[in-house]
């Protein structure tokens, strides 16, 4: 599939956006596995036209990211097209919009998935950045507001009338926020009206390679979008392209290359954070996931999760080698919330 003029291959695999969690560090784990595509945590507008300084850190973009996008949000049409342009400054490969994100205060003021309740003003924002910016621009939305509201089909006719040059949709309603199973079948649906010719990815709950590969063969998407089954497995985008490529499931990781993972990741986010004590804090959501099924794991998780230093997260990556050495990390059924 093609974004604009950037050719992405056969069914490239997207690092789903993610706030607090799709910064540098986590990027480059995923890149280095494999994730074809990535964006940038969500900036809004608003903090942008105040020239924030965190809203700018986050569209810092670094050569191992490409091809990247930096994702804007807001409600205001004209603050979004000055965000637009001043995000495409930043240099990134594409720009994408938010018109998914179901986080009350974002969707009070209009943002985010609130504009699937207003599908004209959704077109119309998309139009005014297309037309603002040089770089190709996508979208990512849901299936619709609530359960009888589901309209992501004609918001993909809009959006694509409005020049967007892909749709990502995540298969769950504003009003599940993260529950129940996401349906792909609007999205089959979507990618399948021969009336849409822009790409669709599809996104939600894609567990693994064989999943991918029952919703690539129930879909027809043209890309395929992770995002938590990614944390603590960076790993899953090689397992899904493997699995593509030659049919065979890769091993599951052994213990021993799971602590080093962590090591890496570790030592890049106190690096690019420039502060010990942050960057294991930022490490935190990852390495609660990263060792699932782990037998009489609690106690050392616990002390995990608390430490503050790099030494006491050695201490403790030391006893999971000890403890579990020879052992693999099992990611099947592992609860993505
Ligand atoms: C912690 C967290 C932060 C998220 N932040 C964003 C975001 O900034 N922008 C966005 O479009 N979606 C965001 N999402 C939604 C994901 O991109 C994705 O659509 C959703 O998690 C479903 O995909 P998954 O089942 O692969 O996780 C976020 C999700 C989570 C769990």
């Known amino acids: 599939m093609k974004i604009g003029e950037i050719e992405l291959g056969q069914v490239p695999l997207f690092l789903a956006p993610m706030e607090d969690v799709t910064y540098k560090s986590f990027r480059y784990m995923c890149k280095k596995y494999g994730a074809d595509v990535m964006y940038t945590e969500f900036v809004s507008s608003d903090a942008l036209a105040r020239n924030v300084k965190k809203t700018r850190h986050k569209m810092t973009l670094f050569d191992f990211d490409r091809p990247v996008a930096i994702q ?5 049409p004209e603050a979004m097209v000055i965000a637009a342009k001043v995000a495409e400054e930043a240099g990134p490969d594409f720009i994408d919009i938010n018109f998914g994100c179901p986080v009350k205060k974002i969707v009070r003021r209009g943002a985010g998935a609130a504009m699937l309740l207003d599908l004209p003003g959704m077109q119309k924002m998309a139009e005014a950045i297309v037309k603002a910016v040089s770089l190709p621009v996508t979208a990512k939305t849901r299936l619709g507001w609530d359960q009888e509201h589901k309209n992501v089909h004609e ?18 309603t504003r009003d599940q926020f ?7 079948t609007l999205i089959g649906e979507v990618k399948n009206d021969p009336r849409i010719v822009m790409p669709i990815i599809g996104n939600g709950d894609i567990k693994g390679p064989v999943r991918a590969a029952e919703l690539l063969r129930q879909t027809g998407v043209d890309g395929l979008m992770i995002g938590r089954p990614s944390i603590g497995r960076p790993w899953i985008f090689r397992e ?7 049919g065979e499931i890769l091993p599951p990781p052994s213990v021993t290359e799971v602590v080093e993972n962590v090591r890496e990741q570790l ?4 690096e690019w954070k420039d502060d010990e004590r942050r960057g294991i804090l930022q490490m935190r959501r990852h390495l609660a996931r990263y060792f699932p099924h782990l037998p009489d794991f609690r106690e050392i998780r616990t002390g995990l999760l608390r430490a503050e230093t790099i030494a006491a997260v050695e201490e403790y990556l030391v006893k999971i080698i000890d403890r579990y050495q020879g052992m693999h990390v099992d990611y099947t059924d592992v609860s993505l919330n």
């Open 267 to 270: 030592h890049l986010s106190i």
């Open 72 to 76: 804007i949000y807001g409600h205001d």
């Open 240 to 246: 899904i392209r493997h699995y593509f490529s030659t």
């Open 178 to 184: 993260y529950s129940g199973d996401a349906d792909w």
């Open 155 to 172: 918001a993909a006719l809009r959006l694509q009338d409005a020049g967007i040059s892909a749709l990502a949709i995540h298969g769950r």
